[in-house]
Nanobody, 124 residues
Framework: VQLQASGGGLVQAGGSLELSCVASGRTVSTGNMSWFRQAPGKEREFVGFISWTGTSIVYAEAVKGRFTLSRDNAKNTVYLQMNSLKPEDTAVYYC??????????????????WGQGTLVTVSS
């Protein structure tokens, strides 16, 4: 299984970006997916979780109301729409796949596969 994250870039504060995570090797429809991010010098932190059906979605408080998760299982792709971006959103964003439920969403060791990361830089 491989996860390929893309869509990062440089954006001004208040702007928007959409990240994508494409799974290959097996259908992503059998996996719950999350996005994490890691800023320089900081630990990797949870951003959002979406169940394989798309019916259960959970966001970190820091991004709630600004970020939106969605998925298209026919395309084996999960999306993270990021609006009203802030400089503190600057980080490398990683997608990850898990068979565990949302209760374990913030636990890094619960994830079976990780994407390579895509850099998001928000300028002030």
């Amino acid at each position: 299984v491989q996860l390929q994250a893309s869509g990062g870039g440089l954006v001004q504060a208040g702007g928007s970006l959409e990240l994508s995570c494409v799974a290959s090797g097996r259908t992503v429809s059998t996996g719950n997916m999350s996005w994490f991010r890691q800023a320089p010098g900081k630990e990797r932190e949870f951003v959002g979780f979406i169940s394989w059906t798309g019916t259960s979605i959970v966001y970190a408080e820091a991004v709630k109301g600004r970020f939106t998760l969605s998925r298209d299982n026919a395309k084996n792709t999960v999306y993270l729409q990021m609006n009203s971006l802030k400089p503190e959103d600057t980080a490398v964003y990683y997608c990850a796949s898990t068979r565990a439920g949302s209760y374990y969403r913030t636990l890094l060791t619960a994830y079976d596969y990780w994407g390579q990361g895509t850099l998001v830089t928000v300028s002030s």
